[in-house]
């Protein structure tokens, strides 16, 4: 399944982004740090290089992610030119107080009052930037949903003498290449909902967690996991909770287990999951340019699988 979401309104906020990063001092990226480098718009990566732009990227929401994975990605990150990395979690205020003084050490130009360090928060829909916003300025001057895609306008906040935010929608690009990275962040809810199907999005998120999160899931739901594949996974979840399509004789109804599987690890009821690893996201990648290689008509152009054997 591809996945690929993008609004009309992205188009222009891609461009006034363009214009606005010419006076901006840093960019400021926020993440899903459940999949840093998927929940990372190659836009503003080419945005940001094109103006030569610090970029402090802030793994949001690292308080529901696997952090022994989390700390592989800020190393990681840690190593690109122009690029400081810190996991984090808008909702605490400690961890949004630090940003400004981060992003200070990027642009050691701006330590003074003749001009404001400018921060220009970036990223794809649903990774917290709303949040971030009214966490930084200390009111609600954004708004905030569980829906992606709730900011549709850009705007600029003078916080003080010595600092100014712009404050930008969420941005996809306009082509998903990797089909994996269109099912993580529909797992994560970063696309509209309109653009993938419940049932084929919590398929995958259930293969993905039998081999890489087992004891979570079985924590979670209580059933032995033993033999189990994606969908009887999601069989097992409709029979613990009741899931029954009615007037179908006890018909399991699976669309409303793959709500419920992911609900529970976009709130993080499940545990602290990540979707992607460095090392796994530099295996996917091999595989998506060994199979664009291939021609179209060679039967073993098959579908592009994880290290591990998911689709």
Known sequence: MSIQWFPGHMTQARKKAGETLAMADVVVEVLDARLPQASSNPMIHELRTFRQRPCLKLLNKADIADPAVTKAWLEYFGKQPGV??????????????????????????????????????????????????????????????????????????????RLTIYDTPGMLWPKIDHPIDGLMMAASHSVGVNAYIDDEVATWLAGYLLDHYPALLKARYGFDLQGMDAVAVLEGIAKKRGCLIKGRGGELDLEKAAGILLNDYRTGTLGRISLETPSLREARQAQLAQAAALPPENPENTPITDEDGDH
């Open 84 to 161: 400081m990395a810190v996991a984090i979690s808008c909702k605490k205020a400690g961890d949004v107080a630090k940003i400004p003084g981060l992003a200070q050490k990027l642009a050691p130009h701006r330590n003074d009052a003749v001009k404001p360090l400018r921060l220009m928060i970036m990223g794809i829909p649903n990774v917290g930037k709303s949040t971030l916003m009214n966490a930084l300025v200390k009111k609600k001057v954004a708004a905030v949903g569980d829906q992606p895609a709730v900011t549709k306008s850009q705007q600029r906040i003078d916080i003080s003498s």
